[in-house]
T-cell receptor, first 112, second 111 residues
């Protein structure tokens, strides 16, 4: 049973528009959430994170929103660029336990 | 620049062979992890280690073992490789409650 779900395997967006990647989790004990980006033939790289005490965290073009009551988080990329084309993994963990649970990933294609 | 390196990018082995995947990090991180990535399944944790000589099972430890004799090195061992262990293997390291740094991955094919 997947504790972290990304229900869209793929997403296509026009360059310059907003990309919204969604993630749902089932375990209410998770209190720290991360997004990673992965290009083909490379390891994932950390993108942005959010603690459960916040509902928004912004870093340049990337913003993560957390809705604890809905157990839902989303990553917004504005404006989207062709270089953003990659697989995005949502991840969640509990503070007292360092094991991280990853979602299955969403493949984003940004069309020039 | 922080770095996690893995011994091989591509590896082809035969069923029943013993396989060693090596991972080295230069960031003095306590935590190290081994994942496998398969299409539609994301990253699944095989084993992790909080310190030298320590190891903990992840979600899919069957058929694998690990060794952490030095802080910077974490090895994944396939005792007797099988075709269902064909996958992308990713090593990562981290400080507690911080993002993980990943190596480039090893694409293992078991024939």
């Amino acid at each position: 049973d997947q504790q972290v779900k990304q229900n869209s395997p793929s997403l296509s967006v026009q360059e310059g528009r907003i990309s919204i990647l969604n993630c749902d989790y089932t375990n209410s004990m998770f209190d720290y959430f991360l997004w990673y980006k992965k290009y083909p033939a490379e390891g994932p790289t950390f993108l942005i994170s959010i603690s459960s005490i916040k509902d928004k965290n912004e870093d340049g073009r990337f913003t993560v929103f957390l809705n604890k009551s809905a157990k839902h988080l989303s990553l917004h990329i504005v404006p989207s660029q062709p270089g953003d084309s990659a697989v995005y993994f949502c991840a969640a963990e509990k503070t007292s336990y360092d094991k991280v649970i990853f979602g299955p990933g969403t493949s984003l294609s940004v069309i020039p | 620049d922080v770095k996690v390196t893995q011994s091989s990018r591509y590896l082809v082995k035969r069923t029943g062979e013993k396989v060693f995947l090596e991972c080295v990090q230069d960031m003095d991180h306590e935590n190290m992890f081994w994942y496998r990535q398969d299409p539609g399944l994301g990253l699944r944790l095989i084993y992790f280690s909080y310190d030298v000589k320590m190891k903990e099972k992840g979600d899919i430890p069957e058929g694998y073992s690990v060794s952490r004799e030095k802080k910077e090195r974490f090895s994944l061992i396939l005792e007797s490789a099988s075709t269902n262990q064909t996958s992308m293997y990713l090593c990562a390291s981290s400080l507690a409650q911080n993002e993980q740094f990943f190596g480039p991955g090893t694409r293992l094919t078991v024939l």
